[in-house]
């Protein structure tokens, strides 16, 4: 148990659905993350949320919407997505500017069809 | 730009020792990080190094050159469950995380 919680763990979707992930963290930091992991690439930061607030998008395409209604919870709303969205997406949280303390969720597994 | 290059996959043998390097290229440091990551389950925080030198932590250590932009993380005594990848981020100048593509390491008995 890491204190965030990531929700589906797998998922499979068609190039024209909807679905959102979920993420939520019980360790009371203020800052939140989305990151995406591709295999044997590095962790690529998609989006960063202080205090509610987003601060970073790293040029991540719109089909991809994240959206923090308060410090404990995150979600990734995702849309006609493509095949090589297929990939593990990782939240975290951390205090902002202690990336130091950073904790993550166990991921879900996208795969896009 | 910004780059962390670690070697893609280690084998090693129960009981051994292994060492894992890392190198980087970065705006600006404020500390180096190792996280351990199972296949399948959330990355966990290992070591910090923000100054040179070794920093252990029981059967793991790890140690920071800034001037030769160089880790590495030993791992001692090696048990079939440290089979798993060993991440290496550097924390930049705007104190975002760069990360490294990870170290698959497999233990053999």
């Known amino acids: 148990e890491t204190g965030v919680t990531q929700t589906p763990r797998h998922l499979v979707m068609g190039m024209t659905n909807k679905k959102s992930l979920k993420c939520e963290q019980h360790?009371?930091?203020?800052?939140m993350y989305w990151y995406k992991q591709s295999a044997k690439k590095p962790l690529e930061l998609m989006f960063v949320?202080?205090?509610?607030?987003?601060?970073e998008n790293n040029s991540v395409p719109s089909r991809f919407s994240p959206e923090c209604p308060n410090s404990s919870h995150l979600f990734l709303h995702l849309h006609t997505l493509q095949p090589e969205d297929s990939a593990l997406y990782l939240c975290?949280?951390?205090?902002?500017?202690?990336?130091?303390?950073?904790?993550f969720g166990q991921g879900t597994r996208l795969t896009v069809v | 730009g910004q780059n962390i290059d670690q070697p893609t996959e280690m084998t090693a043998t129960e009981g051994a020792i292994v060492q894992i390097n890392c190198t980087y290229q970065t705006s600006g440091f404020n500390g180096l990080f190792w996280y351990q990551q199972h296949a399948g389950e959330a990355p966990t925080f290992l070591s910090y190094n923000v100054l040179d030198g070794l920093e252990e932590k029981g059967r793991f250590s790890s140690f920071l050159s800034r001037s030769k932009g160089y880790s590495y993380l030993l791992l001692k005594e090696l048990q079939m469950k440290d089979s798993a990848s060993y991440l290496c981020a550097v924390r930049d100048s705007n104190y975002q995380l760069i990360w490294g593509a990870g170290t698959k390491l497999i233990i053999k008995p």
């Open positions: 360790l009371g930091h203020n800052a």
């Open positions: 975290a949280s951390s205090q902002p500017m202690d990336s130091a303390l950073v904790g």
């Open positions: 949320y202080n205090f509610k607030e987003q601060t």
